[in-house]
């Protein structure tokens, strides 16, 4: 249950710090008191998104903290899954910065949003004017049949398989997409692949075919230079090996006079014989040179295939060009895998319509099951509320596809007089009406959903006196079993509270500030009593108000 509530500058309220007890607390004050802030100040501690608008000192932080006692609630298992230390007394905070900067904590450990809305849903109910216009949707109506049947963990298994069942068939769906794009690309690729493979592709094979090019092209100059070369260093009389013998000859006579001298005839000879060795392979090389038109094309062809193949996939290198090809190879093996891909997810997607098509069925045998006790129920709740007229029907039909609620469709219709036709709520159902339809379902569920609070704000809206009475004998009896915290405009339902807060604001210098207090015995009897009559209530006023508090 909510134990505390602590607020620094939010809104009208410079500091509020309110202690709430169990069983039934109202909350009462003028219109424009700031009787709803606390619940907007709540809300920021419950995971609400925040606006700097609500700082009322623009120059400060906001901190809005609640303080909750969870014993005899299963939520360890809650904080096992969020990585949390758990501990049965919890405080919320939240704080806002004047830059707009929000920071959220669960026991001073620092959490998102989302964490603090999840743990919300399982601490504490506030039903607003805004929630009762919900029981106009249909997802609200299913939750609440739900809730009623006792199918909500049967229903979230269904949602789970469905999730996984639409996210399924959006994977099939590209995948057979894939699939069709692939069969358009696949000869292509594959006709590039063979293009790629046939052609032999080394690194360095490049410049290799266009110097072997360069050579055949050249080849007869080459030769005739080669053997002039070779002719100049070792033909006829009159060459440069036979001048070079005679200075061999000539340095050998006199090398035994000087170790510089024999040094001299040794170079000459080491160039002696590296010349008559390049004459010779200069020889070899211009006798065996031929010209040789059939390799001189086979090269060229090479090195044009070579050259196109690297212009057409937009590369400098061979190691590129091989890059490439391993790239198509690639993809082509994942078109192999996506017959696979698709025959495994088809696989999957028939055992989860399966599943789904059986859960949903459950679904609907509960549902179905459930719905002539709701409306009796709900029926005498309304008779309780001066509605013996009523009429509150569940309409529920099968689809011919499932959908996220299973394969039901549910209306909830109304009729507030006798012999009117029934029709949906938003068509037929007052304001007051919908007020206590929505209360009537709330007090019913009250005990399946086990929820330890319960926050309304200004339920009693649109009806009478009488009604508002008999509404405050319902939430008094709710508060037998949980904590329950009302506000209220209404004397009848103020004076059933186990526990009365009075709103109230002032000024201070030029600025107005709500304030928030408990009222004792005597209190109470005069805030009912000025609610039944004027700010200075009468006597007849304050001994009407004794009578609703039973003084």
């Not at 390799?295 to 490439?324: F, I, P, Q, T």
């Not at 709740?381 to 509605?387: C, Q, V, W």
Request: hydrophobic share 40%.
């Amino acid at each position: 249950m909510l134990k505390r509530l602590y607020i620094s500058n939010f809104a009208l309220i410079q500091e509020m710090d309110v202690d709430f007890p169990g069983g039934l607390t109202v909350i009462t004050g003028e219109t424009g008191a700031g009787k709803s802030i606390f619940l907007e100040a709540l809300g920021l501690a419950l995971g609400k998104r925040a606006e700097t608008a609500a700082l009322s000192n623009k120059t400060k932080k906001c901190v809005v903290e609640a303080e909750f006692e969870t014993k005899g609630l299963d939520l360890r298992s809650f904080f096992e899954e969020q990585e949390l230390e758990y501990d049965p007394h919890l405080v919320l905070r939240r704080e806002i910065g004047a830059d707009g900067k929000s920071r959220s904590f669960l026991n001073d450990a620092l959490v998102s949003l989302s964490v603090l809305k999840l743990l919300s849903e399982r601490l504490i109910d506030i039903h607003s004017q805004h929630q009762t216009l919900l029981l106009n949707q249909a997802n609200f109506q299913l939750e609440l049949l739900d809730a009623f049947a006792g199918s909500q963990e049967l229903y979230q298994q269904y949602k789970s398989d469905f999730t996984r069942l639409s996210k399924l068939r959006n994977e099939l769906s590209q995948l057979q997409s894939r699939e069709q794009q692939a069969r358009k690309e696949a000869d292509y690729l594959q006709f590039m692949f063979n293009e790629l493979s046939e052609n032999e592709i080394v690194p360095g094979q490049l410049s290799q075919l266009e110097e072997e090019s360069l050579s055949l092209e050249n080849a007869e100059t080459i030769k005739s230079t080669l053997i002039k070369a070779a002719s100049a260093l070792n033909g006829g009389d009159d060459n440069l090996l036979t001048t070079l013998a005679g200075v061999k000859q000539a340095l050998q006579s006199i090398s035994k006079y000087s170790k510089n001298n024999a040094a001299f005839l040794e170079r000459v000879n080491s160039a002696y014989l590296e010349l008559k060795d390049l004459a010779d392979e200069m020889d070899t090389e211009g006798e065996h040179l031929n010209f040789d038109n059939a390799r001189l094309e086979e090269v060229n062809v090479k090195l044009d295939k070579l050259n196109r193949l690297l212009k057409k996939h937009g590369v400098k290198e061979e190691s590129e060009l091989l890059a490439v090809r391993n790239e198509i190879e690639e993809k082509l093996s994942a078109f192999g895998s996506l017959e696979s891909d698709i025959e495994k997810c088809s696989k999957e997607i028939k055992a989860l319509e399966k599943a789904c098509v059986k859960t949903a069925t459950q679904l609907t045998e509960k549902r179905k099951a459930a719905i002539p006790a709701i409306e009796k129920q709900v029926k005498d709740m309304l008779g309780s509320l001066s509605m013996d007229n009523a009429v509150f029907k569940i309409e529920m039909n099968q689809i011919s596809e499932l959908s996220l609620s299973g394969s039901d469709q549910v209306r909830f219709l109304f009729s507030a007089n006798k012999g009117a036709v029934l029709n949906e709520l938003q068509k037929v159902a007052s304001g007051g009406e919908l007020s206590r339809l929505m209360l009537s379902l709330k007090a019913l569920l009250a005990g399946k959903k086990q929820l330890p609070t319960i926050i309304f704000d200004e339920i009693d809206t649109g009806v009478s006196g009488d009604v508002a009475d008999k509404i405050g004998n319902i939430l008094h009896e709710m508060g037998s079993g949980m904590q329950v915290i009302t506000i209220t405009h209404l004397p009848q339902m103020a004076s059933k509270g186990q526990h009365h807060l009075f709103v109230y604001k002032n000024d201070h210098g030029d600025q107005t500030v709500s304030h928030i207090r408990a009222l004792d015995a005597e209190e109470r009897v005069t805030e009912i009593a000025k609610m039944l009559s004027t700010s200075k209530p009468t006597e007849s006023a304050l001994k009407n108000a004794r009578e609703l508090l039973n003084v």
